[in-house]
């Protein structure tokens, strides 16, 4: 199985501003996905990272408020730009394999 | 698109089996997945179907059928910790990993 890790674990942010969550994983993954739970939600797909080329994202998720990056095969980064209330959220990066997907801890986000 | 469907709530009672059934309409199919949710913590991975029929794996039961569209997770000798979120999720299409999630069903175990 994969070891992902998060930072920050959480943050409180005022609106307006912007947070980049890091994912590291302990081996190399060529997909990591990137998800957001609302509170009392269930997961939903923000985007794809594809080492070497643009992200791919969802109905309703896009890339200036959502930049992201891959630099590498182990990491990547989610920003939430430009923060309001509504995304109050946990953020999780995730990689999966044939037979499995296994997220990271998640990042609580509180935005003021 | 994707509909999953999955009950909202259950309860059952320590020692006891509970079974949670999930439902979908997936535009592809490549795999069928649950996972365990406990309050505040991350989504850990339980199971994980393809083919139709039952995975066991210890007290937790995972079966398939994909003709129906249908799978259930059955929670044998239940526990207080087994209390969480169970979370059905379909994985759509053959050449990308991502998934799409159910509401998810919450679990009470009741002493």
Known sequence: SAVISQKPSRDICQRGTSLTIQCQVDSQVTMMFWYRQQPGQSLTLIATANQGSEATYESG??????????????FSTLTVSNMSPEDSSIYLCSVGGDRTQYFGPGTRLTVL | GQNIDQPTE???????I???????????FNGLFW????????PTFLSYNVLDGLEEKG???SFLSRSKGYSYLL??????????SYLCAVRGG?????????AGTTVTVRA
């Open chain 1, 61 to 74: 998720f896009v890339i200036d408020k959502f930049p992201i990056s891959r630099p590498n095969l182990t």
């Open chain 2, 10 to 16: 259950m309860t059952a009672t320590e020692g006891a």
């Open chain 2, 18 to 28: 509970v079974q949670i059934n999930c439902t979908y309409q997936t535009s592809g």
């Open chain 2, 35 to 42: 996972y365990q949710q406990h309050a505040g913590e991350a």
């Open chain 2, 59 to 61: 007290r937790f039961s």
């Open chain 2, 75 to 84: 929670l044998k000798e239940l526990q207080m910790k087994d209390s969480a």
């Open chain 2, 94 to 102: 053959s050449n990308d990993y991502k998934l799409s999630f159910g």
